[in-house]
């Protein structure tokens, strides 16, 4: 497996951020997480290399939906290439000497040769070089920067369109580009900008446009402006300033220099391209893009007007046929209540023969009509204060359904919280039957060597036993081995020294044992506990070893002495 080469700020210790890319948290650059482990700068198959003719010609049109090669060439002269123009032309106007990495279709260096610039560009395919060469008339170098042969410190601007985020070190290759810059020159460079420490959950429930730009197989590094901000101040272009990129949303566009940087007015711009044969072309351009934005601006407002015109009638649409509704209603009850009048008024005209009944059936008949009118308008009144809460409670259920968004929104945050910490719970719960496993395993080895310590102790005190006997038998000789017999003694005082050291290592031996056994969580302690009874062992042994080596020694002094006391007698070797 082929080793990842961390990020290019030098940190290894990555951060998972999405399957595509990982995260270092050191600048906030969004690293690929499959590195490409061939140099892409080395074009040798112009169809299958990632950044061979295929690129430009096919892939970027088949596989993103952008415009053909041609297309963009043409487009891009009066949207990206005037926007760069005039970005360049704020801070060093020509003439001056200009080169462009990664120029593509070349737009851009024969927009600037063309307003005055002693303009050149750099390809990494030479089909696309001899291409960008002939559609406008311009010098294209092929290969990486750094194996130009330009002279250092002869260039004045070096501009980097959507290039730094496919390098593979781009470190590498912007020091090639300080080193040949003029003490002034400016490094001009747009790139993808995220937004440092943002989450890949984040971007994506937002739907961020940035989503857009991660492309594992060309898009290596994806800088933050902290990012690329320390990056140039590493190679000595201390002076930055960020320009507005023509998209906002997700690109920056910072200008670099090691002097600091000086913004042209805009009216001594006019004057010095109004002095130039092609300056004057530029000038009408960009008053051409000026006078489309102004169009575009107020084409956006109107749209915008427009669609709350709609909203407006929409709604007015709606209480109008709400209140036509209402007022239908009005007008059935109405017919119904003139036919009840009409009928009640032929029962009148049949009942002529009792005035007084039918004055008073009058009488009755136009109380119902004015009670019915009165109906009518208090109904009416009705409509309208159903008309104002149908109103409020559309309101109201605008806000509750944002409310239900955003609890909808903290559920499914706390959800994977919660899948968060089971993952940790799991972790630890495997992590603790570990421990209990080796904690086991270590009582097992202080039973063993508990049980050694004992064997060793029962055969030292046998030992000790054997001494005092060989001590008791050499004071009993004649006085003529005193000597050798205090020799004795002083062996017997020795191995006793010993033996006591001994049985005081093996106290501290089961102290410590029955310490550790109380002490089974602390990992780390118990193993430095168990080389510490290890070691305890290894001296026990040797002084055991001394003691034997002792005791022998006595024997042997012993038995020679009995020889020379009773040469006539034959004492048997002690046992």
């Known amino acids: 497996m082929n080793k990842h080469p961390g990020c290019w700020c030098g940190n290894h210790q990555l951060l998972d951020f999405s399957p595509d890319y990982l995260r270092c948290p050191a600048c906030e650059t969004l690293v690929v997480r499959l590195f490409p482990q061939i140099d892409l700068t080395r074009i040798t198959d112009e169809e299958h290399d990632v950044y061979g003719a295929n690129y430009a010609e096919h892939h970027l049109s088949a596989d993103y939906g952008q415009p053909d090669f041609a297309t963009r060439s043409r487009r891009d002269l009066t949207e990206r290439c005037l926007h ?53 008339g311009v010098e294209i170098l092929v290969g990486p920067i750094e194996q130009q042969s330009i002279p250092e410190a002869s260039l004045d601007i070096i501009a980097s369109f959507d290039v730094l985020e496919h390098l593979q070190d781009p470190r590498r290759t912007l020091q090639a580009c300080r080193r040949l810059l003029r003490p002034n020159g400016i490094l001009v460079i747009q790139s993808p900008r995220y937004q440092a420490k943002r989450s890949y959950e984040q971007i994506l429930s937002e739907k961020d446009p940035f989503m857009g730009l991660l492309l594992p197989r060309e898009h290596l590094y994806l800088f933050s402006e902290q990012a690329v901000t320390r990056l140039l101040r590493e190679i000595g272009l201390n002076h930055i300033s960020f320009e507005t990129p023509i998209f906002e949303q997700y690109d920056m566009f910072p200008f670099a220099s090691a002097a600091p940087l000086h913004a042209i007015e805009d009216s001594l711009q006019g004057e010095l391209l109004s002095s130039l044969p092609g300056g004057r072309f530029v000038t009408a351009l960009f008053d051409l893009k000026d006078e489309s934005e102004s169009l575009l601006q107020d084409n956006r407002r109107l749209n915008i007007q427009l669609k709350q015109s709609v909203q407006d009638s929409t709604a007015r649409l709606q209480q109008v046929e709400h209140l036509t509704a209402a007022y239908k209603r009005s007008e059935i009850q109405r017919t119904q209540l003139n036919d009840q009048v009409t009928e009640l008024t032929e029962l009148v005209h049949v009942s002529q023969h009792d005035a007084g009944a039918r004055l008073k059936q009058v009488e009755h008949l136009s109380n119902l009509l004015r009670r019915s009118e009165t109906e009518s308008a208090n109904r009416a009144g009705q409509v309208e204060r159903l008309t104002a809460e149908l109103i409020a409670v559309r309101v109201d259920a605008t806000a509750r359904l944002a409310q239900v968004e955003h609890l909808t929104k903290l559920v499914d945050d706390s959800q994977a919280a919660a899948a968060a910490q089971e993952k940790q719970v799991t972790a630890l719960t495997t992590l603790a039957k570990s421990y209990e496993t080796e904690s086991a395993d270590r009582d097992r080895q202080i039973k063993t060597l508990t049980t050694e310590l004992n064997r060793v102790r029962s ?19 004649q006085a003529a081995a005193t000597a050798q017999g205090q020799q004795v003694v002083t062996l017997s005082a020795l191995a006793r020294s010993h033996e006591a050291e001994s049985l005081a290592r093996f106290e501290q031996v089961n102290q410590l044992a029955a310490h550790l056994k109380s002490c089974t969580s602390d990992n780390l302690s118990l193993r430095s506990q168990i080389e510490s009874y290890v070691g305890w062992l290894k001296d026990a042994q040797r002084d055991i070893q001394l003691i034997t080596t002792a005791h022998r020694d006595a024997e042997k002094t012993v038995h020679a002495l009995l020889k020379q006391l009773e040469p006539g007698e034959k004492h048997p070797p002690p046992a």
């Open 84 to 136: 760069w123009l005039r970005a360049v032309l704020k801070y060093l106007p020509p003439p001056a000497d200009l080169l462009e990495l990664g120029s593509f279709h070349g737009g851009f260096v024969g927009l600037a040769q063309f307003a005055g610039y002693r303009a050149r560009g750099l390809e990494l395919s030479p089909a696309i070089a001899a291409q960008t060469a002939l559609r406008f």
């Open 459 to 477: 055969d030292a005190t046998a030992r000790l036993t054997q001494i005092e006997q060989l001590t008791k038998l050499v004071n009993e000789s």
